[in-house]
């Protein structure tokens, strides 16, 4: 499809954008709306799926036909039935009257599944039914009916992974996937971030009758670098708040982080590898940060078994545990002067550390053992603790408390990993 034609089907459509992802997506569409095809949007929410079924629509034979869009997600299992495919007179409670479904009123249009991926299994089998000979049966009845109607469908889960699970049949995934097109998140469009914010912009400021907002350069790459889980409606939503609640109509970059939602998920974050050094090995891998939260529960799990002993009483009450959940215990041989390290909260409790024990490590001896480490490919746990300990170190040169930042846990535990492990001279 030429250039010229895309750009008409934005303008006629109020699309913005240039990216190529986007100008792919939109050829797509345009190529097989002349057809009966059916067609699978695939896409992250707000991306902006629902303008592509409009645009096959309006592009189609079918375009004077009647158009529905129905969100699968949003009606209840019990009674999607018959929203879909209508009900008889009688045919559960509070059916007084009988009821023409979305795919009889459609006969001859189009309907639009979004989040395909919710529907009911029992429902999938109708569908199913509808897309292979185009016949329905109504809730409470037995009368087969005829329907000619396109269905496009849109979904921002991971289809195959539902049909792995069980939760989504393999013949209508295949039934419907017979043309995708995928919309690119906004994060994936480049520049076409600041487009939308700008004609975002102008219309807020049109509809709230206040000058545009605007943005400096640095506001711009603030702007570009946000990955916008939410896509086009978050961006929109924020150009709707900044332009009512800012004053000064011109946005810097410190200004425009006030406005932009921070991280706040206790969730670990994958470690952007490029600004770690991909190729220095001084950053920490994905696979270095799910150890991690492997060593950290083993490290909790050990500072809340060394607790229970210690508020058991006596040695013959702490034996009699370990004997009892002797699998529990197994790997943990306490004698009664360990537990006189602990004060009264024993997870929190300091280490008291000698100057000596804040000194810097032998560097060449920390890179002998990296290097031992590296060519070591076993799976072990604590060889896998000793690594990403030795990368820490090695990352902050070996300055302990900028190692123990990075890692998530005290110096204190620090310490003691260190000395099991025998890091020092």
Do not use: W
């Amino acid at each position: 499809m030429k250039e010229s034609e895309i750009q008409s089907i934005k303008q006629r459509f109020g699309i913005i954008g240039n990216s190529q992802l986007l100008n792919q997506a939109i050829n797509v569409a345009a190529q097989v709306a002349p057809t009966d095809m059916s067609v699978l949007i695939t896409g992250e929410s707000g991306s902006g799926k629902e303008s592509f079924s409009k645009i096959i629509h309006s592009l189609s034979k079918r375009k004077h036909g009647q158009f529905i869009a129905v969100n699968c997600g949003a009606i209840p299992e019990g009674t999607i039935d018959s929203e879909l495919f209508g009900h008889e007179k009688g045919s559960f409670t509070g059916a007084h009257e009988a009821r023409k479904g979305y795919f009889e009123v459609t006969d001859g249009g189009t309907i639009f599944l979004d989040e395909i991926g919710e529907m009911p299994m029992s429902t999938q089998a109708r569908l199913l039914r509808v897309l292979e000979n185009g016949e329905f049966i109504k809730v409470g009845s037995s009368k087969v009916q005829k329907t000619n109607v396109r269905v496009l469908a849109a979904t921002n889960v991971n289809l195959i992974t539902a049909v792995e699970n069980n939760k989504f049949r393999e013949d209508l995934y295949y039934r419907l996937n017979t043309v995708p097109i995928y919309v690119p998140a906004l994060r994936e469009r480049g520049a076409d971030i600041e487009l939308l914010f700008r004609k975002f912009a102008y219309d807020f400021g049109e509809q709230y009758h206040v000058d545009p907002i605007k943005l400096t350069e640095g506001a711009k790459e603030a702007l570009m670098r946000f990955r916008f889980p939410g896509n086009i409606r978050q961006l929109k939503n924020l150009a709707e708040q900044i332009s009512v609640l800012e004053m000064n109509r011109t946005l810097d970059e410190e200004t425009l982080k006030k406005y932009l939602p921070q991280n706040t998920s206790n969730l670990p974050a994958l470690l952007d590898r490029k600004a770690q050094g991909e190729g220095s090995g001084d950053g920490f891998t994905e696979r270095d940060i799910l150890y991690k939260i492997l060593f950290d529960m083993k490290q909790d799990m050990n500072e809340l078994k060394k607790l229970v002993l210690q508020n058991a009483g006596d040695s013959t009450d702490r034996a009699e545990i370990m004997k009892e959940h002797g699998k529990l215990f197994s790997n943990m041989e306490l004698k009664d002067e360990q537990f006189a390290d602990f004060s009264e909260d024993p997870i929190n409790s300091p280490v008291i550390l000698s100057q000596d024990d804040y000194q810097d490590f032998d560097t060449d001896k920390v890179e002998d053992i990296a290097h031992e480490t590296e060519q070591d490919d076993s799976l072990s746990i604590e060889k896998k603790e000793k690594e990403l300990i030795i990368k820490a170190l090695r990352k902050n040169r070996n300055k302990r408390k900028y190692a123990a930042q990075d890692l998530g846990i005290s110096e204190r535990t620090l310490y003691r990993k260190i000395k099991h492990y025998e890091l020092e001279d």
